[in-house]
C-alpha cells in the first residue's frame, strides 16, 4: 500500500482508469479489490481530486469574487466542532444518498435516494433553509421526501424488470446527469441573481469535479468508499476557515 501512494506510475494507472469510466461508464463493480485496495485508491483519488479543485476553485475566486453565503452564515448558527460533525458526516451522508445511491439499480436504493433528493431540494428551493435544520417546518420536509420515497418504491416494484433494464442501458447518462445536478444545485449557496445564474457552470466546477469522482468511487468501491471521500474532502477546507478565519 505505502509504495504504490508514492508511486507516480500507479497514480497515472489509476487517473486512466477513472477518465476510461468516465468516458464509458459502467455499473459494474470491481470485486477483485481488497479493503486495503480500496482505502489506498481513496487516499490517492482525494488528493489528485482536492488539489485540481482547490486549483480551479482560486483560479475562479481570482476572475468572480463571489462569496459563498451559505457556509458563511453556518459559520454563525453552529459551533465549531458542531459545524465540522455537518460538513464531515451529515451533509456527505444526505449528498451521497442523494446523488449517488441509486446509481447501483435496486429497488431500495432508487426510492431512498429520491426520497432524500426531494427532502434535499425542497427543503434548500422551496423552504430556503439547510437540510440539518430541525426547527423550520422540519416535520413537513421530512414528510415530503418519505411519502416522495414510498411512491417511488410502489413505482419501481410494479414496473421493476422495465425500470432496471432503462438503468442498465442508460447508465451512461445517469451518472452524467447525477454529478451535474450534484454541482449546479449547489448554486444555492450564493445570493442568487441573474449573473450568479449565467456563472452557475463556472462556479459549480468544483462541485462538479467532485460529483464526477464520487460516482466513480460509488461505483467501483462501493457507497461507504464514496462518503468517506466526500467527507474527507470537506474536512480540509472547513478545517482550515475554522482554524485560520
Known amino acids: 500500500m505505502t509504495l504504490k501512494l508514492i508511486n507516480p506510475r500507479y497514480y497515472l494507472w489509476l487517473i486512466k482508469r477513472f477518465l476510461l469510466f468516465l468516458i464509458h461508464p459502467s455499473a459494474k463493480q470491481d470485486k477483485s479489490l481488497t479493503r ?7 487516499i490517492i483519488l482525494f488528493l489528485l481530486k482536492f488539489v485540481t479543485a482547490s486549483i480551479l476553485a482560486i483560479v475562479i475566486k481570482s476572475f468572480f469574487n463571489y462569496d459563498n453565503t451559505a457556509f458563511a452564515e453556518a459559520k454563525t448558527l453552529y459551533s465549531p466542532v458542531l459545524l ?15 446523488f449517488r445511491l441509486m446509481m447501483l439499480f435496486k429497488a431500495e436504493n432508487l426510492s431512498l435516494s429520491f426520497a432524500v433528493l426531494v427532502y434535499y431540494i425542497f427543503t434548500k428551493g422551496y423552504f430556503q433553509t439547510y437540510v440539518t435544520d430541525i426547527d423550520n417546518f422540519f416535520f ?54 441573474l449573473e450568479i445564474l449565467l456563472l452557475m457552470p463556472v462556479l ?12 466513480f468511487v460509488r461505483v467501483k468501491y462501493g457507497f461507504v468508499y464514496s462518503c468517506i471521500l466526500h467527507g474527507l474532502n470537506n474536512f480540509v477546507p472547513i478545517g482550515l476557515t475554522l482554524v485560520l478565519f
Open 204 to 215: 459549480t466546477l468544483p462541485q462538479l469535479i467532485g460529483g464526477i469522482v464520487y460516482g
Open 140 to 193: 413537513i420536509r421530512v414528510t415530503i421526501g418519505i411519502i416522495a420515497g414510498f411512491a417511488m418504491y410502489f413505482i419501481v416494484l410494479r414496473h421493476e424488470p422495465k425500470v432496471r433494464k432503462f438503468w442498465e442501458l442508460n447508465f451512461k447518462w445517469i451518472y452524467y446527469f447525477s454529478f451535474v445536478l450534484f454541482a449546479w444545485i449547489h448554486i444555492i449557496n450564493y445570493d442568487l441573481t
Open 84 to 98: 465540522l460533525i455537518i460538513g464531515v458526516v451529515i451533509l456527505p451522508l444526505i449528498e451521497e444518498i442523494a
Open 36 to 42: 486495503i485496495d480500496k482505502i489506498r485508491d481513496v
